[in-house]
């Protein structure tokens, strides 16, 4: 697997992202249309020009929280994660537009092997997204639910 198990993730240890993405209108209008968000911050041009302070669209926040995680997943959890338990203390300090390229940063804040399961632990992570100008545009605190190396290794034998 790509992902790391409970075993290999240490308390402190930080992760730079090698994945950038831009983000681009039509994530922004796509995923909004999908998740039936009307919202004309996200989708109406020029009420945000004519009715917001930012002057153009926000990036949908959904989108963005997706985003962050869904770039950590491959260098963290992929294929080692039995579920997300909860994603806690999303925050967005800064918006995010059309045309911003993002980087991700993950820390492991803390980990405990499970109670009910010998087999498993959860690890918690905090997330952060930064645009091109290093500002950080969103942050949260992902609880996962990860295998064990050795009880994964024995299931397969």
């Known amino acids: 697997m790509a992902g790391r198990w409970f075993d290999d993730f240490e308390v402190g240890q930080v992760f730079e992202h090698p ?3 831009t983000v681009t209108e039509s994530d922004n209008i796509l995923f909004s249309c999908m ?3 009307p919202q004309p911050l996200h989708i ?14 926000l990036m949908n926040s959904l989108f963005t929280l997706g985003l962050m995680i869904g770039i950590s997943v491959n260098d963290l959890t992929v294929g080692t994660t039995i579920a997300n338990l909860g994603m806690t203390d999303v925050k ?15 820390e492991v804040k803390n980990k405990r092997e499970s ?9 918690e992570f905090e997330h ?30």
């Open 19 to 21: 994945i950038r993405r």
């Open 35 to 37: 998740t039936h968000n």
């Open 44 to 57: 109406d041009f020029e009420f945000c020009k004519t009715e917001t302070e930012f002057g153009q669209p």
């Open 92 to 106: 967005f300090p800064h918006p995010l537009f059309h045309g911003d390229t993002v980087h991700v940063t993950t």
């Open 115 to 123: 109670r009910s399961r010998p087999d498993a632990g959860i690890v």
């Open 128 to 157: 952060k997204t930064f645009n091109q100008n290093d500002v950080l545009v969103a942050v949260c605190q992902r609880q996962a639910y990860l295998w064990k190396r050795a009880a994964k290794a024995k299931a397969a034998t």
